[in-house]
Each structure stands twice: as C-alpha cells, then as structure tokens.
C-alpha cells in the first residue's frame, strides 16, 4: 500500500464517499410521522447512492494498492457513471419529500454534496496523470561532432 499514489481526484471522491455514509445516518426530511433517515425512506435513491460510494471505494483502493494504471482508470471509468447517476438520485431525493415530509434536512443536502465529490473526483482521477514512482531518466547528450 502506498499512500502517496492517491491523487487529488481519488482524494476528493474518498470526502465524497464518507459525507454519503454520513448523510445515510443524519436526518434527511422531518414531516408529520417524525424524523425520516435514509433507511426510512430506503428506495432506488438510496441504493444508488451506495453503489457510488461502493465505486469511489473501490477506486481509492485500486489507486492505493495497484502498481499499474489499468485497474484504478477502470474503477474510475465507473464511478464517473455511478457518480452522475447518484447525482441525479440525490437531487431528486433533495426535492421530492416523501411520506409527506415538510422540510428537508441536512442529510439530503450533504448525499448531494458528497454525489457531487465523488462524480467530481472520478472525473478528476481521469484527467490526472499518475505521478511516476521513479525519477525521470536523464542520460549524457552525445557530443557533437
């Protein structure tokens, strides 16, 4: 494991990863029937938003324990996909309000957030280049005749 392979991108979409885990544990609407988490109001959203933390983990870790390219760009290949779908889903769970809720709360706003970290940092990782183990080779310039 080397941490010095983690990038602007993968570190982004990790912030991203743990403000969705967070917000799945906060209140997300306050409605008549009391305060509703996401478990209360478990649907596609939710599960979307999983599978983009499940992508951006598994991003991070690919970038963190692979020595070759090919496996973290994969992994990251995905989680743009996953990422803009879980933005969708949360911005859809910000504005609906389910089982008549309200008012919504943090939690919706930070699943929105965090979606947007990880769809950010994945687009990153992309664009990035992996910065080199090794230092350049730097050979003698043949003499001039």
Known sequence: MNLRQLRVGETLALVGAIAVIVSLFV?????????LDAWNTFGPGVVLLV???CA??????SAITERSPALPVST???CVL???VAVIAALVRALERPDHATEVCFGAWLALAG???ILLGAWLALRDERPSLYEPARPEPRPRP
């Not at 209140?27 to 305060?35: S, W």
């Not at 951006?56 to 870790?61: E, F, G, I, N, P």
């Open 76 to 78: 990251a290949v995905w």
């Open 51 to 53: 599978a983009a933390v």
């Open 56 to 61: 951006a983990l598994a991003m991070v870790l």
């Open 115 to 117: 979606a947007v970290a």
């Open 82 to 84: 996953l990422g803009f």
């Open 27 to 35: 209140r997300d609407y306050y409605g008549p029937a009391g305060n």
